[in-house]
C-alpha cells in the first residue's frame, strides 16, 4: 500500500503521464523478509510491468530498493528509479549539524544502503537508523492514528533525539500517511524528508531528461493491479492514494514468476 503514496505524488507531479501500479499484496511485508527474497520478488515484479510495454519503472518501495535497485538497472531495458537516492540527497542538502536520522524496516537499515548513500554524498555526516517493525502494520489499521501509533512513534524516536539528529529520513512509503504524528513527536525544528515528494521529483526529472515525456496538454491515466484481494486493496487504496480508485486486476504470482524466467 505505501507505494500509492509515491503515485500520489507522480499523479500530482506529471497529471499528464499514464500510470499502471501493481502491488504485491500476496506476499506481504517485505520488511521482515530476508533481502535476497525480496532482491528476487522485486526482479520478477520489474519484468511483468516491462512486459506491459511501461517506459519506466519506480520500485515506489524502500525494501524493495534496498534490496535490488542495482539489479533492476542493469537487467531492465527502461530506466528505474528508485525511493533511497532522492531521500538521502535531500537530507544531506538538509541537515545543519551532519546529524541524520532514519526511521524504516528492518530490511532497509540491515541492507545499509542509506548509510552508503550518505557517505557518498558527505563522509562527515553522522546516519542514525532505527527499524520500526510495528509501524507499518499500526499504518495498515482501521485506525492508523490510535495511540498505540503515537507510542510506536515516541519510542523510535527517542534514539535519534538522543542523538541529537535535526533531519530524519521516513525510509517507507507508509510513513507519509501519518506525517502529523511525526512532526508532533519531532517538533518543527527537525526536518522531515519523505520519499514520495522526492521520488516524483526524480521521475519527472528523468522522463524530461530522456524526452520520454507526454504531451503536457493531456490527462493521464491510471490503472490498478494486485496479487492479492482487489477489493480489499481498492477499500484501503484508496486511503493511500488519497484518490477514489474504481477498478482493479487480479495478477497470478505465476504471472510474474514467468516474465522473469
Same mark, same amino acid.
Given at each position: 500500500?505505501?507505494?500509492?503514496?509515491?503515485?500520489?505524488?507522480?499523479?500530482?507531479?506529471?497529471?499528464?503521464?499514464?500510470?499502471?501500479?501493481?502491488?504485491?499484496?500476496?506476499?506481504?511485508?517485505?520488511?521482515?523478509?530476508?533481502?535476497? $527474497?525480496?532482491?528476487?520478488?522485486? /526482479? *520478477?515484479?520489474?519484468?511483468? %510491468?516491462?512486459?506491459? @510495454? +511501461?517506459?519506466? &519503472?519506480?520500485?515506489?518501495?524502500?525494501?524493495?530498493?534496498?534490496?535490488?535497485?542495482?539489479?533492476?538497472?542493469?537487467?531492465?531495458?527502461?530506466?528505474?528509479?528508485?525511493?533511497?537516492?532522492?531521500?538521502?540527497?535531500?537530507?544531506?542538502?538538509?541537515?545543519?549539524?551532519?546529524?541524520?536520522?532514519?526511521?524504516?524496516?528492518?530490511?532497509?537499515?540491515?541492507?545499509?544502503?542509506?548509510?552508503?548513500?550518505?557517505?557518498?554524498?558527505?563522509?562527515?555526516?553522522?546516519?542514525?537508523?532505527?527499524?520500526?517493525?510495528?509501524?507499518?502494520?499500526?499504518?495498515?489499521?482501521?485506525?492508523?492514528?490510535?495511540? $498505540?501509533?503515537?507510542?510506536?512513534? /515516541? *519510542?523510535?524516536?527517542?534514539? %535519534?533525539?538522543?542523538? @541529537? +539528529?535535526?533531519? &530524519?529520513?521516513?525510509?517507507?512509503?507508509?510513513?507519509?500517511?501519518?506525517?502529523?504524528?511525526?512532526?508532533?513527536?519531532?517538533?518543527?525544528?527537525?526536518?522531515?524528508?519523505?520519499?514520495?515528494?522526492?521520488?516524483?521529483?526524480?521521475?519527472?526529472?528523468?522522463?524530461?531528461?530522456?524526452?520520454?515525456?507526454?504531451?503536457?496538454?493531456?490527462?493521464?491515466?491510471?490503472?490498478?493491479?494486485?496479487?492479492?484481494?482487489?477489493?480489499?486493496?481498492?477499500?484501503?487504496?484508496?486511503?493511500?492514494?488519497?484518490?477514489?480508485?474504481?477498478?482493479?486486476?487480479?495478477?497470478?504470482?505465476?504471472?510474474?514468476?514467468?516474465?522473469?524466467?
Amino acid at each position: 500500500m505505501g507505494g500509492l503514496t509515491v503515485l500520489h505524488e507522480c499523479l500530482v507531479t506529471l497529471p499528464h503521464e499514464d500510470f499502471l501500479y501493481l502491488g504485491d499484496h500476496a506476499r506481504l511485508p517485505y520488511g521482515p523478509r530476508p533481502l535476497d $527474497e525480496v532482491r528476487q520478488f522485486t /526482479r *520478477e515484479i520489474g519484468a511483468f %510491468l516491462e512486459s506491459q @510495454g +511501461v517506459k519506466l &519503472v519506480v520500485a515506489a518501495c524502500n525494501t524493495a530498493t534496498s534490496a535490488a535497485l542495482p539489479q533492476l538497472q542493469e537487467e531492465l531495458a527502461v530506466p528505474v528509479v528508485g525511493v533511497i537516492t532522492p531521500e538521502a540527497h535531500a537530507a544531506v542538502q538538509a541537515t545543519r549539524n551532519r546529524r541524520i536520522g532514519l526511521l524504516a524496516t528492518e530490511a532497509t537499515v540491515e541492507a545499509g544502503r542509506y548509510a552508503e548513500l550518505v557517505r557518498t554524498l558527505d563522509a562527515g555526516v553522522e546516519l542514525v537508523p532505527v527499524a520500526c517493525p510495528r509501524l507499518v502494520p499500526l499504518i495498515e489499521n482501521d485506525d492508523p492514528f490510535a495511540a $498505540e501509533t503515537t507510542d510506536a512513534v /515516541r *519510542e523510535y524516536a527517542q534514539p %535519534l533525539k538522543e542523538a @541529537g +539528529v535535526d533531519t &530524519v529520513i521516513l525510509g517507507c512509503t507508509h510513513y507519509p500517511l501519518i506525517r502529523p504524528i511525526f512532526q508532533r513527536v519531532f517538533g518543527r525544528d527537525v526536518t522531515l524528508v519523505f520519499s514520495a515528494e522526492e521520488t516524483a521529483r526524480e521521475v519527472a526529472e528523468t522522463l524530461a531528461r530522456k524526452g520520454f515525456e507526454n504531451d503536457a496538454t493531456r490527462e493521464g491515466t491510471y490503472r490498478f493491479l494486485t496479487t492479492g484481494e482487489p477489493e480489499a486493496f481498492r477499500t484501503m487504496g484508496a486511503r493511500f492514494l488519497q484518490l477514489p480508485i474504481a477498478d482493479v486486476e487480479h495478477v497470478e504470482l505465476s504471472a510474474l514468476t514467468a516474465a522473469a524466467a
